[in-house]
């Protein structure tokens, strides 16, 4: 879309003869911060650095494509600019859904086609923004690797995602030491942070895996084989996110921006709270024992109806053992059941989502079973235990993507997915996916700093499913059936991480009787109503705490913060608001609340009256949390 922009702009072309000393090119940011420079250098590659307010924060490094897997990067034999200088992008993108309502899509962009010495045509797209740099390989060949570094300007301290396991660091960028999986985020100094990570990642593409240098302070794409049946190959882009603060990269639309316009009619995607039934198994109140059965699933949805709830999740197993060959997505065993809930769901207004394990999406016609879904009335998929190398789970998640979308289901990628990339802007109904520890497999692994490293971590690359809101915390195990751990966490701070964490459907693991048991957190929930206004990262340090505020679609304002496993005292600027008085109702971690020993007491103030010179003091417990619910007027 970008390049037949820029050649309808085509009018100062010119060629430039690669020479020793070649000339250093420059694109830079809007507001003249972030510069991008590049030039063939001395041995005739093309290589690039990124300066921000005047300091490199990556030296130069090479890019390109390969012939060979080992081989070097193909030599510049000469250079041909789509247009004489960069051009100035200035437009806005209306989501439907995400973190606000409008996003600024305002940038500087550059084209460049080269020729390497080999007689190979490659094409260098260059983005720009005023919160980060983008660009782009693309190759004209059907055979090709992937040669892109990034050479950092310092020994700087980074955190990466780390799969199903809490995150790896602090580690400095020298002690990597091998591979490493992004997300990666990095502090390069006390106002200075920066993510790496991909962006528009092609169907035959493989999701970027980065191997570190020894003792140094340079990444570089492990290069895989790329067979390509068309003229070109399109590479990802590969993005650097900059911000003053770790906040400023959650807020952060860059990934999604570099995706394409979606095509077609996605209003039907119900982004919201989605109850889920695999938790609830074996949970009992008052006598009654849950199950995940046609009886408890009809209690579930009475509960989302009520609260304004968008539907409920019905997991593995209900159209038989999820891992055997013979169990029929469509057909066998509770499928009646599915059948009579989704209905049920329907006239209470509440949406049913269907899990479907890769073994049964790949030995029964992927699309039958979608179009069969969809006509029982279904509104998603959750998918699990994707199988494949990562090529192949990347291509099979684009054409599943593809299908839910057409017969009208969102979409949750669960058990190691594919990495997002920004794709929820093409395909709104990809709502969100577990790329993240979800937090009831094991407190042995996940603990409140996962929490909230992983929000400065995994969630900028995109929307999470981590299954927060977990409220029957009291000691000792629980009746359920499926991982009855304790939860390292406390009520307030559970209802905290629902709200902080982005996701187009926010998962939430627990029965009515337990959110009914907290009315002023229920409330807090119940008015998590998407699509958002607004979201802004208030505070916050990786591996620390976070607050995060977001607007709903009715224009409340919610506050959401977490801590690590230190208590602390949070001053909150209301700078944010509107003009006028506002009602805040604030619940927070009791004196004696504490994630380890006393989780289920919280406390909730009387309502105040505040407006935008406001100041909020928030006490977190270790582990905790606190939620600020704002409404307008007295």
Known sequence: MRRVFLLAVLAFSFLCRICAESKVYEVKSPDRKICFSFKVNEDQNLVYKVTVNGMDVIDWSGMGYSKAQEGTAEKMKQMTPMSGKPVKIKDEWRPIWGKRQVVKDVCSSWTLDFLTVSGTRMILDILVYNDGVAFRNSWFDHIGYEKTDFNFSGDYTAWYYNGERHNIGPEKLSDANGERLPLMTIKAADDRYLALHEADLPKDGWPMRLKSETGSAKFSVIPEKIACDLPMFNGAWRVLMVGKTPGELVDSHLLELLNPEPEGDFSWVRPGVYLWDWRIDGAVWDGYRYGMNYDSWTRMIDFASEQGFQGLVLDANWYGPEFEKDSDPTKGDKARDVQRIIQYGKDKGVGVWLYLNDVAGTNYPIEETLAQYEEWGASGVKYGFMNGNPQEKNRKTQEITRLCAKHHLMVDYHDYPVHPFGQMRTWPNAVTREYCKAQLDGRQIFQPKTFVTSAFVNMVAGPIDQNNGFLELHQGR????????????????????????????????????????????????????????????????????IVMARRNKDGDWLIGAATNEDEREIEVPLSFLGKGNFTATVSTDADDTHYRTNRETYRTEAPQTVNRKSVLELKLAPGGGACVLIVPGK
């Open 478 to 545: 629980t009746t359920r059936k499926d991982n009855n751990q304790e939860v390292p966490s406390t009520v307030t701070g559970e209802i905290a991480r629902t709200l902080i964490t982005w996701s187009g459907a926010t998962v939430i693991p627990d029965i009515p009787e337990y959110y009914r048991k907290y009315p002023a957190l229920l409330e807090f929930l119940s008015a998590e109503k998407q699509p958002w206004q607004e979201s802004i990262t208030l505070a916050g340090e990786i591996g620390e705490y």
